[in-house]
């Protein structure tokens, strides 16, 4: 597959790898092994494994051989292969058995190490894509604030208008990793946050001495204006004919949700959950949930991932009713052929505190 064919992410896989290539080799040549062994671990645990494979899965398993899975296939065999070049010097006999199993070739040892392909290197792709991941990460933290699970969909997000001719196109990202309907882009977030300005005493403290209590009275009532001036740096006060300049690390910004929300903000990035769970948007969450156990019983049971199955379950009426909409969602997340509610069930489990058995049969060919 030619690199122009490649998926967004697959660029940025290449791009992080190249850049991971770059470093590496100017830290061994500075002799800074410490920071060649950090490079290569981030880049293995969070851009390969955390990120990229896990979010390709789909097209991992997609039972067409089109362009799309080829492409994930090679990038992860290229960069697969590669990152045993980057490992050999440091783990030379795990990184010669991975690279003898991937290849056929004799010996990682005796292949060049890798050279940097600066044609590769894309910082427009990273921006969008690390944009995306931070916002997730934010996400996710903001979900657990809140005690609401990853697995019970929420209606909307909302983010600022700023980010939308930046990651508007990938944002279907954002909303399967954080399990939500709907984004929402805004230029004015302050309807769903409260946010309190005020003196850092710890640092402030020292530089205002004696007019410390007139700097806390502005930041008390500071306008949009001087905001923007503060964030930039360029903010200038006097108080008793004497002058200050104002940086961020002088000012406590808190910034408080409003009823039905939950505010995550972080390196001027800020994501706002709409807490408010409809009895849909429940319901879906308990199948989801469903879904989840009857899958963990498919593993316990030793079913192949390709089995059918049919599934049986005893409940009481409310958990049976709650699901009835979403039975052949569940049906085909699980690859049942029947779900069939019985009377009793021995094995039972905690589903969203209901109480329900579950059973399951392989469908023989």
Same mark, same amino acid.
């Not at 002058?243 to 910034?255: A, N, Q, W």
């Given at each position: ?12 896989l290449l791009s992080k790898y190249n850049k991971l290539i770059k470093n590496m080799t100017e830290e061994f040549n500075n002799y800074d092994l410490n920071k060649v062994v950090h490079y290569l ?16 899965? &789909? &097209? ?11 492409? %994930? ?7 697969? +292969? ?67 699970k990853v697995r019970q969909p929420i209606q909307n997000i909302i983010l600022d208008k700023k980010n939308e001719t930046i990651i508007g196109d990938i944002d279907q990202l954002i909303k399967e ?92 990035? %800020? ?26 019983l498919r593993k316990s049971n030793g079913f192949d991932i390709a089995d059918r199955i049919n599934i049986y379950y005893s409940s009481n009426d409310s958990y049976s009713m709650n699901i009835k ?16 509610? +019985? ?23």
């Amino acid at each position: 597959v030619e690199y122009e064919d490649l998926e967004e992410i697959d660029k940025w896989l290449l791009s992080k790898y190249n850049k991971l290539i770059k470093n590496m080799t100017e830290e061994f040549n500075n002799y800074d092994l410490n920071k060649v062994v950090h490079y290569l671990n981030d880049f293995v645990n969070e851009d390969l494994s955390n990120w990229y494979i896990r979010r390709n899965r &789909r &097209r991992f398993w997609g039972s067409d051989l089109n362009i799309s899975k080829k492409s %994930v296939y090679q990038t992860t065999y290229q960069v697969l +292969v590669g990152i045993c070049k980057l490992l050999a010097p440091i783990s030379p006999y795990t990184a010669d058995v991975i690279y003898r199993n991937l290849t056929g070739e004799v010996s990682v040892h005796l292949a060049d190490y890798p050279k940097v392909d600066e044609s590769m290197i894309n910082d427009a792709i990273e921006e969008r894509m690390d944009l995306v991941i931070s916002l997730i990460s934010m996400g996710r933290n903001s979900r657990e604030e809140a005690k609401i699970k990853v697995r019970q969909p929420i209606q909307n997000i909302i983010l600022d208008k700023k980010n939308e001719t930046i990651i508007g196109d990938i944002d279907q990202l954002i909303k399967e990793e954080l399990n939500v309907k709907e984004i929402v882009y805004m230029e004015d977030l302050s309807e769903y946050m409260n946010i309190e300005y005020k003196p850092n005493f710890k640092v402030a403290g020292k530089l205002f001495g004696k007019d410390i209590k007139d700097f806390g009275n502005y930041l008390a009532s500071i306008n949009e204006e001087d905001i923007k001036l503060l964030e930039s740096g360029n903010l200038v006060l006097t108080f008793n004919d004497t002058e200050y300049r104002v940086t961020s690390d002088l000012v406590d910004k808190r910034i408080n949700s409003k009823e039905g929300y939950n505010v995550a903000v972080e390196n001027n990035n %800020v994501i706002i959950l709409n807490t408010e769970l409809s009895q849909n948007l429940l319901n879906e969450g308990l199948a989801r949930e469903t879904i989840s156990k009857i899958q963990n019983l498919r593993k316990s049971n030793g079913f192949d991932i390709a089995d059918r199955i049919n599934i049986y379950y005893s409940s009481n009426d409310s958990y049976s009713m709650n699901i009835k909409d979403y039975l052949e969602f569940i049906r085909e997340e699980t690859l049942a052929i029947n779900i069939e509610r +019985v009377s009793e069930v021995e094995d039972v489990t905690d589903i969203n505190e209901y109480k329900v058995g579950i059973r399951l049969e392989k469908v023989e060919k």
